[in-house]
């Protein structure tokens, strides 16, 4: 009865190729995020999504995009993978807007050769 | 530029002492603060928060101590158990952002038994 889930836990792929990192929860939140952890460790968001708007980062470049099938999947869509885009990607969620706690996945390992 | 910043990559503390973890931070819009605490091959969990407008919250064994004016805020652990020996990531949220929290670093706290 995971709260929030990732799939897959680990990715090994070449640079060039288009993935997937699907996110799943199951805690009835209707804003979900992602965040990348970069090799320094540092969290940093990439987007918020809830069924009135996606906010994105504008850090992020345009290779990232989140889908939304309905309230309880965001998944990421990366393009073209650079090498540095190696990192653990983390899904979060949490219910309404303004200050409300997220609920973290336990990450996926995205390693590009 | 960092605007979280956790200056102590680690911190050592005997099973009993009190654990202190600091967090600095630049923007004065931030009005929300969060400890996360994360252990390895998993997603942050939360830990506690607390409003710009308060200077303390606690909850059992930790308790966040905020202060404006120093752009500083900590978290106590007392007394600390081996069990909190984890990575702790402190977060900002401001205002009419969507929800999205800008991490520190975070401080890796070992408590020794």
């Known amino acids: 009865d995971t709260a929030v889930s990732q799939t897959p836990k680990y990715l090994v792929t070449q640079m060039g190729n288009d993935k997937s990192i699907k996110c799943e929860q199951n805690?009835?939140?209707?804003?979900m995020y992602w965040y990348k952890q970069d090799s320094k460790k540092f969290l940093k968001i990439m987007f918020s999504y809830n069924n009135k708007e996606l906010i994105i980062n504008e850090t992020v470049p345009n290779r990232f995009s989140p889908k939304s099938p309905d309230k309880a999947h965001l998944n990421l869509h990366i393009n073209s993978l650079e090498l540095g885009d190696s990192a653990v990607y983390f899904c979060a969620s949490s219910q309404g807007e303004g200050l409300k706690t997220q609920y973290f996945g336990p990450g996926t390992r995205l390693l590009v050769l | 530029d960092q605007q979280v910043k956790q200056n102590s990559p680690s911190l050592s503390v005997q099973e009993g002492r009190i654990s202190i973890l600091n967090c600095d931070y630049t923007?004065?819009?931030?009005?929300?603060f969060l400890w996360y605490k994360k252990y390895p091959a998993e997603g942050p969990t939360f830990l506690i928060s607390i409003s710009s407008i308060k200077d303390k919250n606690e909850d059992g064994r930790f308790t966040v101590f905020l202060n404006k004016s120093a752009k500083h805020l900590s978290l106590h652990i007392v007394p600390s158990q081996p069990g909190d020996s984890a990575v702790y990531f402190c977060?900002?949220?401001?205002?009419?952002?969507?929800?999205?929290?800008?991490f520190g670093g975070g401080t890796r706290l070992m408590v020794k038994p």
């Open positions: 977060a900002a949220r401001g205002r009419g952002a969507g929800n999205m929290l800008t």
């Open positions: 805690l009835g939140h209707d804003t």
């Open positions: 923007n004065s819009m931030f009005d929300y």
